[in-house]
């Protein structure tokens, strides 16, 4: 079986685990590689250390340097920027000298630094290299309110991870460092841009160079050219997903959307129109009354929006910015979060009796671009992310890992505030408490994180609840079940279930949901033909006749859509269309989740629930 085999390399995998480091400052430039410092760590390349004592906690400093402070209040950019880790001192002394460690750098499995965006510029597709540049320009405002923009004008410090930019470090700069900046360091590696795309790049580091355009306006040129060329691209998805509730707890508190057998079910209306765009998992906030059912109603719930939202994207002549699309995933989770604090207020629930939940939500919006030659293209290949509370989403490949999401936890929190390094954090006895939560407060005081990507390479999408996250284990077992879906050898549905059983193994004390899609951007082979169920292909999406179909009426109890203009004039009205839109669904998805809610008061009142909470329909 999958899970035996794989259960067999993992015994082996988690033994040779390994922590590189990158160590800061001339210092530690000038230690000789073969050295170990402090009895713990290894010399492996230069300013590259090994902890061979990856199960301690490092030294703290006392109080945070300056030195370390950017990292700490960039720490929900992550995924661009490494992480402080802890501080070394060179000699036995007090008085010596602390070096800087950084964990989380683009270092390798084998301690080799990733190359740099340079050296890899002239073998990367187009879209590529302009998915990169246009990664960068987003990191521009952060760190240059950071003091940091220097990090971003170093052709050394500039690496990347197949689609990811990877900042070795941050530096600091006592210049003020602008946008013409910026757009010399760009007109530098123009020469090995690809030709398709080197008359449009060169006309925008003239305009930053000049000064001629504000950066919001560059930003919407690279966005353009960005998504016109991953459109060129095919795409095809499948996704699958399951829930447990795990060895030890009576009730599963998860729920996930889509089940297995929501895709058993593809056929129906409903179906036919989320799948396979979207993929949710939400886990029920512990220690609150009713998590079981605010993650039901929030997948009940987003289910509806998000068929309106669709509906509404396959009705736009032109792409929607992706601005506007976060802001109305935003609307969305308010909605919802105002759907169960409705239900905790009516029932008069409060401080830790008041329904909660996580939230982790990937919506791939099949939008249309037309180029500047009146060409259509399908499928802009965008992904959006949206999360809250602590579930994960991850970006698998054959060769990595990536962690896309930060955790709303006390841990994090401190370290954004500047107060602590992560691993110091990490100590505290609530470290791992939420500070946010679906139906926990009000809205105003809710900030879901929504970023977007571009799907670029083949690669799997997981999300996951913590009953898979915890200690590690996404990192520690990718490797088993992601090269096996890519390369044919396993469905998404069997490593589903085999990694539900490998999280049950490890992790048991808690439920687990996980939602895995096989995104695929380069052609089929005819081997491969099969795997892929042409019905959850997106070659675009049908636009329905109405805006909600006939089941979607019976289950919102009748209740008319009317009043909506599907066809805005100007961006303004779009805007307004929309929030119109999401008020009458927020109205209709309120009265459906409050009478699926009491339905399933009443169900749990007569049966017990049972191990396994498939999404109610």
């Known amino acids: 079986m999958l899970l035996d085999r794989a259960n067999d390399r993992l015994m082996e995998s988690t033994t040779r685990f390994q922590r590189y480091l990158w160590a800061l400052g001339d210092l530690a430039a000038k230690i000789p590689t073969g050295q170990t410092i402090a009895d713990r760590y290894q010399v492996v390349a230069p300013r590259i250390w090994l902890d061979t004592q990856s199960d301690r906690p490092p030294r703290f400093p006392s109080p945070v340097p300056e030195e370390i402070r950017p990292y700490l209040h960039l720490y929900p950019w992550r995924l661009h920027i490494p992480e402080a880790f802890g501080v070394c001192q060179w000699a036995q002394s007090e008085d010596s000298p602390e070096i800087v460690l950084l964990e989380n750098a683009p270092i390798d499995g084998n ?52 689609w990811r930019v990877w900042l070795l470090e941050l530096k600091p700069s006592t210049l003020k460092h602008s946008l013409k900046d910026l757009g010399q360091f760009w007109s530098n590696g123009i020469d090995s841009t690809h030709p398709e795309i080197a008359e449009p790049l060169t006309a925008i580091c003239q305009q930053l160079r000049g000064g001629e355009a504000t950066l919001q306006e560059i930003s919407t040129q690279l966005d353009a050219l960005l998504l016109e060329r991953a459109a060129r691209q095919p795409l095809r998805v499948q996704v699958a997903g399951t829930t447990d509730s795990g060895l030890v707890r009576p009730h599963n508190e998860d729920a996930c959307y889509p089940t297995l057998e929501d895709l058993q079910e593809k056929d129906e209306p409903l179906q036919k129109e989320l799948l396979p765009h979207v993929a949710i998992v939400c886990d029920g906030v512990g220690g609150h009354d009713g998590g079981e059912i605010a993650s039901h109603m ?13 509906t509404e994207i396959a009705r736009e002549s032109a792409a929607v910015s992706h601005t506007l699309i976060c802001d109305q995933l935003a609307a969305i989770v308010r909605v919802v979060n105002n759907t169960i604090c409705a239900q905790n207020d009516a029932q008069d629930r409060e401080s830790r009796q008041r329904m909660g939940t996580t939230l982790v939500m990937a919506l791939q919006v099949p939008q249309k671009v037309i180029t500047a030659a009146g060409e259509t293209l399908e499928n802009a290949h965008e992904l959006y992310l949206t999360n809250i509370g602590d579930s994960r989403a991850y970006w698998l490949t054959r060769d990595y890992c990536q962690r896309l999401t930060v955790d709303d936890d006390v841990a994090g929190r401190e370290v954004r505030l500047g107060r602590s390094l992560y691993r110091q954090a ?44 915890d200690n590690d284990w996404v990192e520690k077992s990718w490797h088993e079940f992601a090269p096996a879906v890519l390369n044919g050898e ?40 099969q795997l892929f169920d042409p019905a959850h292909q997106t070659k675009g999406l049908d636009t329905p006749d109405t805006l909600m179909s006939e089941s979607s009426k019976a289950l919102l109890y009748d209740q008319p859509t009317t009043g909506l203009d599907p066809y805005p004039s100007r961006r303004r009205d779009r805007t307004s269309s929309w929030i119109a839109m999401l008020g009458i669904i927020a109205a209709l998805a309120m009265s459906a989740a409050i009478g699926w809610l009491a339905m399933s008061q009443l169900g749990d009142r007569q049966t017990p629930p049972p191990p396994e909470t498939d999404v109610p329909e």
């Not at 050296?119 to 003091?147: D, H, I, N």
Request: charged share 20%.
């Open 111 to 162: 301690g080799q630094l990733y190359p740099t965006l340079s050296e890899s510029r002239s073998a990367a597709k187009p879209v590529r290299q302009v998915y990169w540049l246009w990664q960068l320009l987003q990191l521009w405002t952060p760190l240059q309110e950071a003091g940091v923009a220097a990090s971003l004008l170093d052709e050394n410090n500039i690496r990347v991870q197949g």
């Open 298 to 310: 929030t997948v009940q719930v987003l289910k509806l929006q998000l068929r309106a939202f669709l």
């Open 426 to 469: 990490l100590e505290r006895y609530d470290a791992a408490a939420l500070t946010q939560a679906l139906g926990t407060r009000d809205s105003q005081m809710l900030h879901p994180t929504i970023d977007r990507l571009i799907l670029d390479e083949d690669g799997l999408l997981l999300l996951c609840s913590d009953g898979l996250s």
């Open 490 to 529: 396993r469905t998404l549905e069997e490593t589903v279930e085999a990694w539900v059983r490998l999280a049950n193994e490890k992790n048991g004390h808690d439920n687990t949901s996980i939602v895995l899609t096989h995104y695929r951007v380069s052609e089929l082979t005819a081997k491969e033909v």
